[in-house]
């Protein structure tokens, strides 16, 4: 057992938060030692600032941000983080106004969005606006290569716009925002109060999606290894918990609680769907998610084109913490791989790749890539 010790972490009210919610409501934390406060975040900017200053022992964050914060891309420097454990896979979703439920077709496609706002150009219109959650996410990129595929630039042809995933709904009601891409359960949400329609589920776009990860600061993980073994394991425990069809009542009550998500428990529960937290191995971190992630950051050249792509994707995703504490559960976790089949238009995708394509996709980002 891990000495006792109060930990702060970090959260967004979202599905995918899922293991650490019930790593703490199942008593999992406790069991390992660990005296473990969860916190609620407003914001993804507010969990990035308050992990790199030390103010969170670790965090729910998304992928693209602890890429980025590591290289210290969008902020005032680097911040070294390293990502343990991939909380979910699949999660994210595409939902678009119930006023434009016309152009949404059953291929998935946003062809007939293209075909909307061409003619809405044509006849002197605002352009339509869109949010994400936060400029490094997997919204973000995963709906700018949803455009692209149709011939869109997400830079020119729509309006981009961040906002924190709770307020979705509200904004899309207001008529604020004509859609978003955000993790459930605010999709669902927004289809449940008759705002709006999902256009498509990110898995679609890219199979098993990679979304969020927890995420400690580099040295935080280095000082004391067993503390960073206890919260994996009790976290590890939780999402294969997560993952029982037997538990996902049990785990859409939890997460609606006050103090977690927030959302009616029936809206939750209808949103679990394709999220994956644990099975085939979902929760490990592999590096070459991490490369295909920072590719699509380079393609929009949110970080530099000399950025080496395949180091820091390897110095942040750290497969190797994950199975050290699989292992002492007695988990076995697939081989980690250096190929990827079916994320977007190119197929196989591997590090030794990323970089290449990353810099050759701008070339023709709104076309193929």
């Not at 930990?7 to 703490?24: E, H, R, S």
């Not at 979910?88 to 077709?105: D, E, I, K, W, Y």
């Not at 976290?235 to 009616?264: F, K, T």
């Not at 393609?299 to 699989?326: C, E, K, N, S």
């Amino acid at each position: 057992m891990v000495e006792a010790g109060r930990l702060k972490l970090g959260f967004i009210a979202l599905n995918d938060a899922a293991p650490m919610i019930v790593a703490d409501a199942l008593g999992y934390f406790a069991e390992e030692g660990l005296q473990a406060e969860l916190s609620r975040q407003v914001s993804w900017a507010t969990m990035r600032d308050k992990l790199s200053v030390g103010a969170l022992d670790g965090a729910h964050m998304l992928a693209p941000t602890a890429l980025a914060t590591s290289i210290g891309a969008g902020a005032p420097e680097p911040t070294p983080l390293v990502a343990p454990l991939a909380l979910n896979l699949n999660g994210p979703a595409v939902t678009l106004s119930s006023r434009l439920a016309g152009v949404v077709g059953d291929d998935g496609s946003a062809d007939g969005l293209a075909r909307l706002v061409a003619r809405r150009r044509q006849e002197g219109a605002s352009p339509i606006t869109l949010a994400v959650v936060f400029p490094f996410s997997i919204h973000n990129y995963l709906l700018r290569d949803w455009l692209a595929r149709s011939g869109l630039d997400p830079d020119r042809d729509v309006r981009l716009t961040v906002a924190p995933p709770a307020r979705m709904t509200g904004l899309l009601v207001d008529g604020v925002v004509e859609g978003f891409c955000v993790t459930e359960p605010w999709d669902t949400a927004a289809v449940v109060a008759g705002a709006g329609v999902i256009a498509v589920r990110g898995g679609r776009i890219w199979p098993r999606t990679p979304d969020k990860v927890f995420a400690v600061a580099e040295a935080c993980a280095a000082a004391d290894p067993p503390r960073l073994q206890a919260l994996l394991r009790a976290m590890i425990r939780a999402a294969a918990w997560c993952d029982a069809p037997d538990n996902r009542a049990a785990l859409a009550e939890i997460l609606s609680r006050p103090h977690y998500v927030g959302a009616e428990a029936r809206v939750i529960a209808r949103s679990l769907g394709d999220i994956v937290y644990d099975a085939d191995g979902a929760g490990q971190p592999l590096p070459v998610h991490a490369a295909w992630l920072l590719a699509q950051m380079m393609r929009w050249g949110h970080i530099p084109p000399d950025t080496d792509i395949a180091a820091v994707a390897r110095r942040v995703y750290r497969p190797d913490l994950y199975a050290q504490a699989a292992a002492s559960l007695g988990m076995s976790t697939p081989a980690p791989t250096d190929s990827l089949v079916g994320y977007g238009a190119n197929g196989a995708f591997s590090l030794a790749d990323a970089r290449g394509e990353a810099l050759h996709a701008p070339l023709s980002r709104v076309s193929q890539d």
